[in-house]
C-alpha cells in the first residue's frame, strides 16, 4: 500500500454493506472518493473472549473483507443484535442545530463509519495495528461524528446523571452569586466569567474582605439568606447532587478505559449514547456539556474555599470530595484541557498491558511513538513501560520544553531523571493556566525563556538547560517585598506559589507542613519559601533558579481591570514568570543540578520599587540573572 494516507484511515467500514474496505489511491474506499465517515468510541477490550471454549454459542458481529479474526465479545457486555444497531445508528442524519464547530447538520445520511474492530488489524503485534493506533488523533479529528457508547448505561441513568451534573453546575452559578448581595453578584468578582481564574477571584476577595465579613455577618445572622449562608458554609444542595451525577455516570467502564482516555480528550464534541442506543438529536447530550459543567463545579468549589481563606471559615468534606473527584476521575484534566496531566489520570485507568499507559495518551501530543511509529524497523522489539516514559519525556522536552517541565513528582525518581514526567508526576494549581489551549494560541501566549535539551552521559539521560540563574535567596526575598509594597505583608497574599518535588534532598522535618500538597497563595508560602532557604545556608546548598518562561493570559477586558480597582495597564491580563527550582550537587566526576520543583510569581499586580520603576529582578532583566549551561535531574 502507497504510504500517501496523509490523514486518511487504513480501513473504513461501509455500513450498509458491513463491508471493510481498504484505502486506495486517491483516499477511495471501495467505489467512494473521500467519504465522509463517522467515528465510534466505546470499550471491548476487557470482555473478548479469548478462548474458544468461553460461551462457544457468542458469535463475532459479521465484518466483510478483512484478513483478521473478528473479537467475539462477552454477551453479558453487549450482544451482536446492540452492536449492528449501534453501528447502523451512527450513520443515521442528525438533526444537532447548535453552534458547534466540530458538527454540522447532515442532510445525507454517512455511509462509512470508523469502527476499530473493523478498521484495524486485530492480529496481534501485526504493524498495521501498532501504526494505526498511532494516527487516532487524526482518525478522529477527520470524522464528521462521534459517538461514545455507554452501552452500560441506561438511557433513564444517562438522562439523569447529565441533567444532575448540568443542572447542578447552573445552581452552582446562581447560588454563588448571593455571596456579594447589593452588586451583580459574582458575575462581578473578576475572572468570574470564564470561570477560569481561582487565583484572581482570590485576589478580589482579600482587597474586599472587611466588606465581605461585614456581609458574613448579616448573613449568618438572617433567617432570610438560606442561599447566601449555604454558600459560605459549603452546605449548597447542588454539591450533593453534583457529586452523586458525577459517580453515576463515571460508573460506567467508558471512563475507566485506558483507550478511551485520549478519545475523550480529542473528541469533546462527541455525543453520549446509552445502552438502549437511541437516536441521536439535538438535545442528546454531549461530553463537551458534561466537561463543560464540570469546568464550573470545579471552579466554584475552589472559588468557595478561596472566600472562605479570605473570611476565616473551615472547607466542608463535600467540597474537597466534588474536587478530588473530578481529579481521580479525569475529568478536572479534561475540562482543562491539559494533555500533562493525562499521564496521572492513566494510571488510574484500566488496561492489560503497561505500555499503553504511554500509547494510549500519544495521540493527545502528536507522538507516535514506540512500534507506531512508522520509521521503526518491522523487527523491533517491543518497548517496556520505562523506554516509553523516557521517549515521551525525549518528546514532550524537545516539542512542548517549556511544558514538559510544568509538573511535579509525587515520589522519589531514579537518578537524573527528574527532568521528566512520570506516572506518579502531578500538575500544581500554579500551573494549571498554561494549558494545551495555549499552546494552539486559543487563550494568551507563553513564551520559553531557555533552552532545554538532553545528553546521554554514561548511560544515563540528563536535561541540558542553557539559560539564566539567579540566587534562590534573592528571588526570596524579592516575593517578600514586592507583597510588603504592595499592602500585603506577612497575612496577606503571596505574589509566588512554589511547588517542590518529592525528594531526599531536604528532610522532611524541614518544613512545617506537608509541601507534598499545593499550599494557597498567602503568608504559608513565605513560610514554605523562608525554611527552603534556611536549610540551603544551614547545608550550605547552592539554590538558584532557572527562569523557564513567561506566560501571559490575555482574557480580561478594560471592564475587567476596572472591577479589580487599578489603572488599565498597558498589557492586558494576567502576567507570570515561571522557574524551576535547581540545587547543585557535586560528584567525583562532575558537576550537576538537581530539580527541586517549580514556582511561578504574578506579575499582574505593580511591581515597581521606591525610583517608581519596575522590579527588574522580578520581571528577570536584572543583573542578577546570569546565564548558565549545565545538566540536571
Known amino acids: 500500500m502507497s504510504r500517501s494516507l496523509d490523514d486518511w484511515p487504513q480501513r473504513l467500514l461501509h455500513v450498509p454493506t458491513m463491508t471493510s474496505h481498504e484505502w486506495q489511491e486517491r483516499h477511495r474506499y471501495g467505489t467512494h472518493v473521500q467519504p465522509r465517515y463517522n467515528a465510534i468510541s466505546y470499550t471491548w477490550g476487557r470482555y473478548e473472549l479469548r478462548s474458544p471454549h468461553e460461551q462457544p454459542h457468542v458469535k463475532p458481529i459479521g465484518i466483510n473483507r478483512v484478513t483478521w479474526a473478528v473479537p467475539r465479545i462477552d454477551e453479558t457486555h453487549f450482544t451482536v443484535d446492540q452492536f449492528e444497531t449501534l453501528i447502523r445508528r451512527s450513520t443515521e442524519t442528525t438533526t444537532f442545530k447548535g453552534n458547534n464547530p466540530a458538527f454540522t447538520t447532515n442532510r445525507k445520511p454517512t455511509e462509512f463509519v470508523w469502527l476499530d474492530i473493523a478498521c484495524i488489524n ?7 495495528k501498532a501504526q494505526e493506533i498511532g494516527r487516532q488523533s487524526q482518525i478522529f479529528k477527520k470524522a464528521t461524528k462521534v459517538l461514545i457508547w455507554l452501552n452500560r448505561s441506561s438511557r433513564e441513568l444517562l438522562e439523569d446523571a447529565t441533567e444532575s451534573i448540568t443542572q447542578a453546575a447552573a445552581n452552582a452559578s446562581t447560588d454563588i452569586s448571593n455571596i456579594n448581595p447589593g452588586q451583580s453578584g459574582w458575575k462581578s468578582v473578576p475572572g468570574s466569567g470564564s470561570l477560569r481564574s481561582f487565583d484572581i477571584c482570590k485576589r478580589w476577595l482579600a482587597s474586599r474582605a472587611v466588606r465581605l465579613q461585614s456581609n458574613l455577618r448579616q448573613v449568618m445572622t438572617s433567617s432570610s439568606a438560606t442561599v447566601s449562608r449555604s454558600v459560605l458554609t459549603g452546605q449548597e444542595p447542588w454539591l450533593t447532587i453534583a457529586t ?3 459517580k453515576s455516570l463515571t460508573e460506567n467502564r467508558w471512563f475507566s478505559s485506558l483507550w478511551t482516555l485520549q478519545e475523550a480528550f480529542l473528541c469533546q464534541w462527541a455525543y ?7 437516536a441521536i438529536h439535538q438535545d442528546s447530550p454531549q461530553l463537551h456539556t ?3 459543567s464540570c469546568k464550573t463545579l470545579s471552579t466554584m468549589c475552589k472559588r468557595n474555599i478561596a472566600s472562605k481563606t479570605v473570611l476565616g471559615l473551615p472547607t466542608t468534606s463535600i467540597e474537597l470530595e466534588l474536587i478530588k473527584l473530578l481529579e481521580r476521575t479525569g475529568l478536572a484534566a479534561l475540562e482543562a484541557e491539559n494533555p500533562m496531566a493525562l499521564y496521572t489520570v492513566a494510571s488510574n485507568r484500566v488496561t492489560l498491558r503497561p505500555e499503553d499507559r504511554i500509547y494510549g495518551i500519544m495521540q493527545v501530543f502528536g507522538f507516535r511513538l514506540g512500534i507506531s511509529d512508522p520509521g521503526i524497523p518491522r523487527n523491533s522489539a517491543r ?18 520544553p517549556l511544558i514538559s517541565q510544568l509538573h511535579v513528582h509525587t515520589l522519589p525518581t531514579g537518578f537524573g531523571q527528574a527532568w521528566k514526567v512520570t506516572n506518579s508526576s502531578r500538575i500544581p494549581e500554579l500551573v494549571s493556566k498554561v494549558d494545551f489551549r495555549i499552546l494552539r494560541s486559543t487563550i494568551g501566549q507563553h513564551t520559553s525563556l531557555c533552552d532545554l535539551s538532553l545528553e546521554n552521559i554514561a548511560g544515563t539521560c540528563w536535561g541540558l538547560f542553557s539559560g539564566k540563574l539567579t540566587p534562590f535567596e534573592k528571588l526570596k ?10 499592602g500585603r505583608g506577612k497575612k496577606g497574599r503571596s505574589i509566588q506559589q512554589v511547588a517542590l518535588d518529592s525528594t531526599d534532598l531536604i528532610p522532611d522535618q524541614t518544613f512545617t507542613e506537608d509541601y507534598r500538597e499545593d499550599l494557597p497563595r498567602n503568608h504559608r508560602q513565605h513560610r514554605l519559601t523562608a525554611e527552603m532557604a534556611n536549610y540551603f545556608r544551614r547545608a550550605r546548598l547552592t539554590a538558584m533558579v532557572l527562569l523557564l518562561g513567561r506566560f501571559t493570559d490575555d482574557q480580561h477586558t478594560d471592564e475587567w481591570w476596572e472591577l479589580s480597582g487599578g489603572p488599565i495597564p498597558d ?10 527550582i535547581l540545587v547543585r550537587q557535586e560528584d567525583c566526576s562532575t558537576g550537576f543540578w538537581r530539580r527541586l520543583g ?6 499582574s499586580q505593580p511591581m515597581v520599587g521606591d525610583a517608581g520603576q519596575k522590579n527588574a529582578l522580578l520581571e528577570g532583566e536584572s543583573t542578577d540573572w546570569l546565564h548558565h549551561e549545565g545538566i540536571y535531574g
Open 272 to 278: 453520549l449514547v446509552s445502552q438502549e442506543v437511541e
Open 290 to 292: 458534561i466537561f463543560s
Open 598 to 603: 517549580i514556582c511561578i510569581w504574578d506579575l
Open 244 to 246: 452523586t451525577g458525577i
Open 571 to 580: 498589557e492586558t491580563g494576567d502576567r507570570f514568570l515561571i522557574g524551576m
Open 383 to 400: 518497548m517496556d513501560l520505562p523506554e516509553l516514559e523516557l521517549q515521551l519525556g525525549q518528546q514532550l522536552i524537545k516539542s512542548y
Open 477 to 486: 526575598k524579592a516575593w517578600f517585598a514586592a507583597d510588603s509594597r504592595i
Open 122 to 128: 486485530q492480529t496481534p503485534d501485526h504493524p498495521q
